[in-house]
């Protein structure tokens, strides 16, 4: 049985774990203790309030430079099942998301090469115009590196334009995993990790807040989670920006990693747990709103996850494609009402929230 009462110790004079502190949980099998430290450090900062959203996912566009190696979703140009959304069927799905009680629309697609940087400013431009109400969480870290490159502007003057024309967040996708020589093998042709906190920090300067995120589960090792979690939170102490930490589930199925039998299985339940919890007591006092995103994760899953230090269960997710590319089997949206039922289920309050973590209403 593992020694964990240095860790417990600290946890309960509130101190922060260091890298040592995190190998000593990433390595312990005492999965119960853990979740239940975990807890009680979730119960002591944000009390038994789930958040969640009423939110639509638009992808814009599926060709890709990148072609990430852990990823289903990209096609090449005139490849079968390629797409790029005109910005009126852009606007036709928010019109819809709204008509359904969206508040929020997360817009994020790929590094297409015959995207010009007017496109992704029209895009918010448009959106802003149609619907000022609807939050506009679009672009990751990834994206906006790609929009400078293309335009020839720096980060931060892309940043500024795009929250000229209506950007209200940047969602926190393309952090996969930091270490760089793991980045190397998963995502070769991707920004450094570096970069990615670079252009965050960028964006928290310039007061436009975002998400954070970790793909686990494919060939990372216990260390490199460890890093990860603790790069975001070195960033997160000099910027204040991060709303959101979100653990990704990697989902094998069409992969490059599955093809060529790199990676054939995906992360266990006991593995998004202890990553969940994890994520809790080495990121706690710092990003305090853990995400058990149940399209990755379902339904069930997402409950559970619950009492192991996540306190927001995303959103309603009208139209996801991307996990669903690699095999997700989740439901491709969450009604409301089902979502309140599962969080209600799971012993917690449900409380509907805004992008940026204002309560709309405890239900």
Same mark, same amino acid.
């Given at each position: 049985?593992e020694?964990?009462?240095? $860790?417990i110790?600290?946890?309960g004079?509130?101190?922060?774990?260091?890298?040592?502190?995190?190998?000593?949980? /990433?390595?312990?099998?005492n999965?119960?203790?853990?979740g239940?430290?975990?807890?009680?450090v979730?119960?002591?900062? &944000? @009390?038994d309030?789930?958040?969640? &959203?009423?939110?639509?996912?638009?992808?814009?566009?599926?060709?890709?430079?990148?072609?990430?190696?852990f990823?289903?979703?990209?096609?090449?140009?005139?490849q079968? @099942?390629?797409?790029?959304?005109?910005?009126?069927?852009?606007?036709?799905?928010?019109?819809?998301?709204?008509?359904?009680?969206?508040?929020?629309? *997360?817009i994020?697609?790929?590094?297409?090469?015959? #995207?010009?940087?007017? =496109?992704?400013?029209?895009?918010?431009?448009?959106?802003?115009?149609? =619907?000022?109400?609807?939050? !506009?969480?679009?672009?990751?870290? $990834?994206?906006?590196?790609?929009?400078?490159?293309?335009?020839g502007?720096?980060?931060?003057?892309?940043?500024?334009?795009?929250?000229?024309? +209506?950007?209200t967040?940047?969602?926190?996708g393309?952090?996969?995993?930091f270490?760089?020589?793991?980045?190397?093998? $998963?995502?070769?042709?991707?920004?450094?990790?570096?970069?990615?906190?670079?252009?965050?920090?960028?964006?928290h300067? %310039?007061g436009?807040?975002?998400?954070?995120? /970790?793909?686990?589960?494919?060939?990372?090792?216990?260390?490199?989670?460890?890093?990860?979690? #603790?790069?975001?939170?070195?960033?997160?102490?000099r910027t204040? +920006?991060f709303?959101?930490?979100?653990?990704?589930?990697? *989902?094998?199925?069409?992969?490059?990693?599955?093809?060529?039998?790199? &990676?054939?299985?995906?992360?266990t339940?006991?593995?998004?747990?202890?990553?969940?919890?994890?994520?809790? %007591? !080495?990121?706690?006092?710092?990003v305090?709103?853990?995400?058990s995103?149940?399209?990755?994760?379902?339904?069930? %899953?997402?409950?559970?996850?619950?009492?192991?230090?996540?306190?927001?269960?995303?959103?309603?997710?009208m139209?996801?494609?991307?996990? *669903?590319a690699?095999?997700? &089997?989740?439901?491709?949206?969450?009604?409301?009402?089902?979502?309140?039922?599962?969080?209600?289920?799971?012993?917690?309050?449900?409380?509907?929230?805004?992008?940026?973590?204002?309560?709309?209403?405890e239900?």
């Open positions: 049985m020694d964990l009462s240095a $860790v110790n600290k946890v004079s509130s101190e922060e774990l260091d890298f040592d502190d995190g190998m000593l949980l /990433m390595e312990a099998k999965l119960p203790l853990i239940a430290l975990a807890d009680n979730r119960k002591r900062t &944000v @009390g309030r789930v958040m969640f &959203v009423s939110n639509c996912h638009i992808n814009y566009s599926n060709v890709c430079n990148s072609k990430c190696r990823c289903a979703y990209f096609r090449e140009e005139g079968k @099942g390629a797409f790029t959304l005109t910005i009126d069927e852009i606007i036709k799905k928010a019109e819809k998301a709204s008509n359904m009680g969206a508040t929020e629309l *997360h994020v697609g790929s590094l297409n090469p015959g #995207l010009p940087f007017e =496109y992704y400013e029209e895009i918010l431009e448009k959106l802003h115009e149609n =619907y000022p109400e609807l939050s !506009l969480k679009a672009y990751t870290a $990834v994206e906006i590196a790609h929009l400078s490159s293309i335009s502007m720096s980060v931060r003057d892309v940043l500024l334009r795009l929250k000229k024309a +209506g950007l967040g940047l969602p926190g393309g952090g996969e995993i270490n760089e020589s793991t980045r190397k093998q $998963v995502c070769p042709d991707k920004i450094s990790g570096e970069k990615w906190l670079d252009v965050m920090e960028t964006a300067g %310039l436009i807040k975002s998400n954070a995120t /970790m793909l686990y589960g494919h060939i990372e090792t216990k260390e490199d989670i460890v890093d990860h979690l #603790l790069r975001i939170r070195e960033l997160q102490k204040h +920006g709303q959101a930490f979100i653990p990704l589930r990697f *989902h094998p199925d069409n992969t490059y990693l599955s093809k060529n039998g790199i &990676v054939t299985k995906g992360p339940g006991f593995d998004d747990l202890k990553t969940i919890a994890v994520a809790r %007591l !080495l990121l706690n006092g710092y305090n709103n853990i995400k995103y149940w399209v990755m994760l379902g339904e069930k %899953l997402s409950q559970i996850a619950l009492h192991y230090g996540a306190n927001d269960i995303d959103g309603t997710v139209e996801e494609r991307i996990t *669903h690699a095999g997700g &089997v989740a439901p491709e949206y969450m009604p409301k009402d089902r979502l309140i039922h599962l969080i209600r289920n799971a012993g917690r309050i449900p409380v509907e929230r805004t992008s940026n973590y204002e309560i709309i209403r239900l």
